[in-house]
């Protein structure tokens, strides 16, 4: 069955660390891979996408990774601040899909603490 | 600022008592979704429009249902709430995959959602 896991409901940093958060799949082919950020009571916000012949992709502190062969994408966010305490989402874009159907994880919600 | 707006924010309905949510979006966009999402789930895509083309998703029931008038609005009705169905509703919109000689990204806008709530 199709599957996207990613690490832990939750995840605890102190201010200043580095977050990393896991996104994995099971038989999907994505061609792209998207990160979302959720607040409370809000709906997701793009933030990187990354395609699955690109190894990484950064935006400012942020920085994803895309391994097609482990089926994994990792998402940091460097030099974390309380500001980024969300939940963030992956989203794989299936290869050949043109309708623009995006698959969504259930997201890791990350708390920064001072 | 372009952008997609949901109305009501927040919806209090009683069982079996029909239901309208309403999404506009200034973005110009031929694609518009619906979403589910419940607490610490990922979100749950219920159809999607492209232009006028209706696409329902195989496991979403008969009760929920969708109208796109035009370009700019899309709503979704809820014909017989039930306590199952109270959840944020999420609005998004994407560009038209096959505009311009490359497939588009596929990146989605969503609105703020509605908060549904079903006594």
């Known amino acids: 069955s199709q599957k996207i896991e990613q690490n832990s409901e939750a995840l605890n940093i102190q201010e200043g660390k580095t977050a990393t958060l896991t996104c994995n799949y099971t038989n999907y082919s994505p061609a792209y891979l998207q990160w979302y950020r959720q607040d409370p009571g809000r709906g997701p916000v793009f933030l990187l996408l990354?395609?699955?012949?690109?190894k990484e992709k950064r935006k400012e502190r942020l920085k994803v990774t895309f391994d097609t062969t482990l089926k994994q994408s990792l998402f940091h966010i460097t030099a974390s601040q309380p500001a980024d305490s969300a939940t963030y989402l992956c989203?794989?874009?299936?290869?050949?899909?043109?309708?623009?159907?995006?698959?969504f994880g259930r997201g890791t919600q990350l708390t920064v603490w001072p | 600022d372009a952008m997609v707006i949901q109305n009501p924010r927040y919806q209090v309905t009683q069982f079996g008592k029909p239901v309208t949510l309403s999404c506009s979006q200034t973005?110009?966009?031929?694609?518009m979704y619906w979403y589910q999402q419940k607490s610490s789930q990922a979100p749950k895509l219920l159809f999607h429009?492209?232009?006028?083309?209706?696409?329902n998703e195989a496991d979403t029931p008969d009760n929920f249902q969708s109208r796109r008038p035009n370009t700019s609005f899309c709503f979704l009705d809820i014909r017989s709430p039930g306590l199952g169905d109270a959840a944020m509703y999420l609005c998004?919109?994407?560009?038209?995959?096959?505009?311009?000689?490359?497939?588009?990204?596929?990146?989605?806008?969503f609105g703020a959602g509605t908060r549904l709530s079903v006594l």
């Open positions: 998004a919109t994407s560009r038209d995959r096959n505009s311009g000689r490359t497939l588009a990204k596929n990146i989605q806008y």
């Open positions: 990354i395609r699955e012949n690109e």
């Open positions: 989203a794989l874009d299936i290869r050949g899909s043109t309708l623009g159907r995006l698959y």
């Open positions: 973005l110009n966009h031929n694609v």
């Open positions: 429009y492209y232009d006028k083309d209706f696409n």
